[in-house]
């Protein structure tokens, strides 16, 4: 087995994210769980509020049961729990290899160099992948991310938010070690209109909608300081071939605001694992991992595209329809539990099909 890498030094791209119940009951049954949750940040409660002051989101992981959590992480932190654990297994990794595609088993790299053939390629390059065919759309919204010293003023156990509209969103997640990934919503073809406009003017704008922020933001003296990041909505059709199959973002790609993306990949991956234990053939266990995971993908994808415009569009009626009413019963009996759900990555039962339930 070889991991192929395109970093000469193999390391992580971005800020914060959550790893969810989902995500979490794999990494326990990898060993990984204590040090993930020593790693990051404990997180109860997904909390936001509109430019008026109205709460307009609040997700409580204990409406399902008591002891239930997400954890807040740098993606640092969990690139080196994974890294740590696969050199533990005597994994090869291979750095300066970007993969340019693919003939038969075997690989192609950008340079022109192959490895190969192999038995079974595993295609973790994520929503733009060479190894898969173009497919979905790019979401207009993407959000600007930094990885920041933790300030007071925010809660230490929630993902905070705050929305003017669906055009604006700021957000403070914890992520453990003294940190907190700030991320910013803004249109992709607003970019460089950003960078022209220049740090103080935006600045004024992010505290503006969020008083608190005025901390975080200090931290930032150069616009480089920040990372932005590109969403899309894609799913394949045909997630595996023959010897070739496409886990994660490879496979399924959406914006982030149900917090699956990492969750999702980690099933994918288990799906695989448990598949390849329960068949004798790659011809019988890849089908098998890609029918394990198939409805839940397919759930999730659907209320992403349902829940995105919501709180990262140029829609009017949305937000106001966000805020006035589905705010409000939001907080009746069952809604906060069927949340909670939703959030936590379980809605369908994924868990019960991969034996981690």
């Known amino acids: 087995m070889t991991v192929f890498e395109r970093f000469e030094t193999p390391r992580p791209i971005g800020s914060g994210l959550m790893i969810q119940p989902t995500g979490r009951a794999v990494l326990r049954r990898l060993g990984l769980e204590e040090a993930l949750v020593a790693s990051g940040a404990r997180i109860e409660r997904l909390f936001g509020l509109n430019d008026r002051g109205r709460t307009v989101l609040d ?47 075997s690989l192609v790299f ?7 053939p192999f038995d079974l ?7 733009r992948s060479t190894l898969a065919p173009p497919t979905g759309r790019d979401l ?10 933790w300030a007071h003023g925010f809660d230490g156990h929630a993902l905070e938010q705050r929305y003017r509209a669906a055009r604006r969103m700021v957000g403070v997640l914890p992520i453990g070690q003294g940190q907190a990934a700030f ?32 901390p975080l933001l200090d931290q930032i003296a150069d616009p480089d300081r920040l990372t932005f990041a590109r969403y899309a909505h894609r799913t394949l059709r045909r997630p595996a071939e023959s010897g070739l199959i496409h886990l994660g973002d490879a496979w399924h790609s959406t914006s982030p605001q149900l917090g699956q993306g990492v969750n999702m990949a980690l099933l ?20 098998l991992a890609v029918s394990l995971r198939r409805e839940h993908v397919g759930l999730y994808q659907l209320m992403s ?15 106001l329809l966000r805020d006035v009413i589905v705010a409000p019963l939001a907080k009746a009996w069952p809604a906060p539990r069927i949340m909670a759900a939703m959030v936590a990555g379980i809605v369908g039962g994924p868990m019960r099909r991969l034996g981690l339930a």
């Open 268 to 287: 994918d991956a288990w799906a695989l694992a448990f598949a390849l234990r329960a068949r004798e053939t790659l011809a019988d266990a890849l089908p």
């Open 183 to 214: 991320f910013w919503s803004l249109r992709a073809d607003s970019l460089d209109a950003w960078r022209s406009g220049g740090l103080d003017a935006w600045k004024d704008e992010v505290r503006a909608l969020w008083p608190a922020t005025a």
């Open 110 to 116: 950008a340079d022109g160099r192959r490895a190969g």
């Open 59 to 105: 997700v409580r992981y204990d409406a399902l049961d008591a002891g239930v959590f997400g954890v807040g992480i740098h993606r640092a932190s969990l690139f080196a729990l994974l890294h740590r654990a696969v050199a533990d297994e005597g994994i090869a990794i291979e750095g300066g290899r970007t993969i340019a595609g693919r003939e038969g088993g």
């Open 305 to 319: 595209r349902l829940f995105t415009p919501v709180y990262q569009s140029d829609s009017a009626m949305l937000p």
């Open 140 to 149: 207009a919204y993407g959000a600007l991310w930094a990885s920041l010293d």
């Open 121 to 127: 390629i595993v295609d973790a390059l994520g929503s």
